[in-house]
């Protein structure tokens, strides 16, 4: 143990293994996803025959990773630095504590190896692991096994079998800055917001990869004690473990459910009008209506409630002869993001043009919604009849949905 005390301390997770990342408490904002709970970066040191370090942390944070690390060893004696994620919030202080630490080698994966060099350029040689290769400590392994596009192309976990580790960089975390390190320590109810948040903001795009990769790592039958990813509180007991990655499973097959998500932004409160009698009717045809108007609602949340929704409706009002920007930074958010499986349909208000409503169609189709209802459209300020119609649509949306979670 090193002599001196230290503000940040290591948190030992096994007989042989720390945890030496850090708690960002202010984060808000991570590249266009609002992260109202903060963030952790987490990092491993291994006390192994050869010293290793697993990750580093966002630039920020060196100091306090490096407080942690000497509150248990000199970092100097670390001897091996495996980078299972490139992405700066992992890798951002990686050439300084290269530099700090002298290590005798640095692993990544092929494409790791290619990331590093194009953010850094002058970092220092690092060593390319193969797909199922394995770094020897002395008396332990490490196993790295390549996991691509989840979310990167050089993403990679490492299995350390003595320990019974998974390290599984971005895959099973979330953003979640919280002092209680293990999932089974915090409130289940936000575990489960935050977990399904970061898949639907984050890793949703390569479901079919995660899909194909969690078969082969099931496959491998990896006796897993404890899954540590790189963001959010670790997994340690059985039912943890099942638990997210049965939650995993099901974002990938992405089945459909009963609920209607309701997109909306309006100036003079006549598309709100219209969204509202939409959702009654959505409400009235027995489906979830969940309505978010874009005045108040975060584009990372509404990809969160689509997720396991089976409906999407947008609504707009026009705006310079398009839509309202709110609604095009949303849907093209969404677009982005490749939700699958969804039925919709569109609706919204207008002054002296329509352009609006084929931009809003184009953005729909672009999602690959299914539109089931013809669309809605009013000039200024919707009448009693144009109400109903807004309410025939949401209820033909919902009865179209509930026929096919039936089916």
């Not at 349909?345 to 919604?369: C, M, P, Q, R, T």
């Amino acid at each position: 143990m090193a002599s001196s005390p230290q503000p940040f301390v290591a948190h030992k997770i096994s007989d042989s293994v720390y945890w030496v990342g850090a708690i960002d408490w202010s984060l808000t904002d991570f590249h266009g996803y609002k992260t109202d709970r903060g963030s952790t970066y987490n990092a491993f040191l291994i006390i192994a025959d050869t010293i290793t370090l697993i990750d580093t942390v966002k630039k920020p944070f060196k100091d306090e990773m490096l407080c942690r690390i000497a509150s248990v060893i000199d970092p100097e004696r670390i001897q091996y630095i495996v980078s299972n994620h490139s992405e700066m919030d992992h890798s951002g202080c990686l050439p300084e504590i290269i530099e700090t630490v002298k290590p005798e080698k640095v692993f990544a994966s092929a494409n790791g190896v290619k990331a590093l060099q194009a953010h850094f350029h002058d970092v220092s040689s690092i060593e390319a692991v193969e797909n199922g290769g394995t770094i020897s400590l002395g008396n332990m392994t490490l196993t790295c096994l390549e996991t691509r596009m989840i979310h990167w192309p050089d993403s990679m976990v490492s299995y350390l079998a003595e320990e019974k580790i998974l390290f599984a960089q971005d895959a099973f975390g979330m953003h979640l800055a919280t002092s209680k390190l293990f999932a089974d320590e915090n409130d289940r109810a936000i575990m489960k917001w935050e977990a399904t948040k970061y898949y639907a903001n984050i890793v949703m795009p390569y479901s079919a990869i995660v899909g194909k990769t969690l078969e082969a790592l099931l496959s491998l039958n990896l006796d897993i004690g404890i899954i540590a990813p790189d963001h959010g509180p670790l997994w340690r007991t059985p039912e943890d473990i099942a638990w997210i990655l049965e939650m995993y499973q099901g974002f990938v097959a992405r089945k459909p459910t009963n609920k209607v998500v309701i997109v909306y932004d309006t100036m003079w409160h006549s598309t709100e009008l219209m969204a509202r009698a939409v959702a009654e009717g959505v409400r009235v045809a027995g489906s979830e209506a969940k309505v978010m108007p874009m005045s108040g609602a975060h584009r990372s949340d509404v990809i969160t409630e689509i997720i396991d929704a089976g409906a999407l409706i947008a609504g707009s009002t026009t705006m310079n002869s398009g839509i309202f920007p709110s609604m095009a930074d949303v849907l093209t958010y969404i677009r982005g993001l490749q939700p699958k499986n969804l039925i919709g349909a569109l609706f919204g208000s207008y002054g002296w043009n329509k352009k609006a409503f084929k931009e809003l169609d184009d953005y729909l189709n672009a999602i690959g919604v299914e539109q089931v209802a013809e669309p809605v459209t009013v000039n200024y300020v919707p009448t009693r009849e144009d109400l109903l119609d807004c309410f025939s649509l949401g209820k033909r949306v919902a009865e179209t949905l509930r026929e096919r979670c039936a089916g």
